[in-house]
C-alpha cells in the first residue's frame, strides 16, 4: 500500500473512533491507535505496518481536520441537500470528512486523487452503496470548490 494510502487509511479509523466517542482526545484517539497497531496479535495479516511516514501523514490528517470539523461538515451539508450529516452513516460521514479536509486544506493533493482514494475507502469500509454515496457527495463538494472544472 503507498504510503499516502495508508496514512489514509489510519486518519480514517482514527476519525471514525472520534466520531463514534466524542468525549475522546485527539491524542489519547491518536496514542491508543498507534498502541493497539503496534501489538501484533491485533494486527490484520494483510495490513502492513506504518512507517514513520504514514505515522505523521495519518496525524497531520487527524488534527487538521479535526481542527476545521465545522467548515467541513458546512461543506458536507451544502453538497448533500437531501442527506443531514448525521442522518448519514458513519462511515460515509467519516470518509467524506477526510476526503472534504484534503480537498480544502491539503492543495497539493489533487482532487481526483482525493476522490478515487475515498471512493475505495468506502468499498473496503462501508455498505455497498457507500462507494456511490460517496461519489456523488465529493463530485458536488469538487464542482462547488472548483467550478471552472
Given amino acids: 500500500m503507498l504510503p499516502r494510502s495508508q496514512a489514509r487509511q489510519i486518519a480514517f479509523q482514527i476519525l471514525y473512533g472520534l466520531d463514534g466517542n466524542p468525549a475522546l482526545d485527539v491524542s489519547s484517539a491518536l496514542r491508543a491507535f498507534f498502541e493497539h497497531l503496534g501489538d501484533e496479535r491485533h494486527r490484520d495479516d494483510e495490513d502492513e505496518a506504518p512507517g514513520e511516514y504514514d505515522r505523521q501523514l495519518a496525524e497531520s490528517f487527524v488534527r487538521e481536520a479535526m481542527a476545521h470539523n465545522a467548515d467541513i461538515d458546512e461543506t458536507i451539508s451544502h453538497a448533500s441537500r437531501n442527506w443531514r450529516l448525521e442522518r448519514m452513516a458513519r462511515v460515509d460521514r467519516t470518509i467524506l470528512r477526510l476526503a472534504v479536509y484534503e480537498m480544502k486544506y491539503r492543495p497539493e493533493i489533487p482532487a481526483p486523487v482525493t476522490m478515487n482514494e ?9 455498505a455497498a452503496d457507500g462507494p456511490a454515496f460517496v461519489n456523488g457527495i465529493l463530485d458536488s463538494v469538487y464542482k462547488a470548490l472548483a467550478p471552472d472544472k
Fill in 118 to 126: 475515498a471512493i475505495e475507502l468506502a468499498k473496503r469500509f462501508g
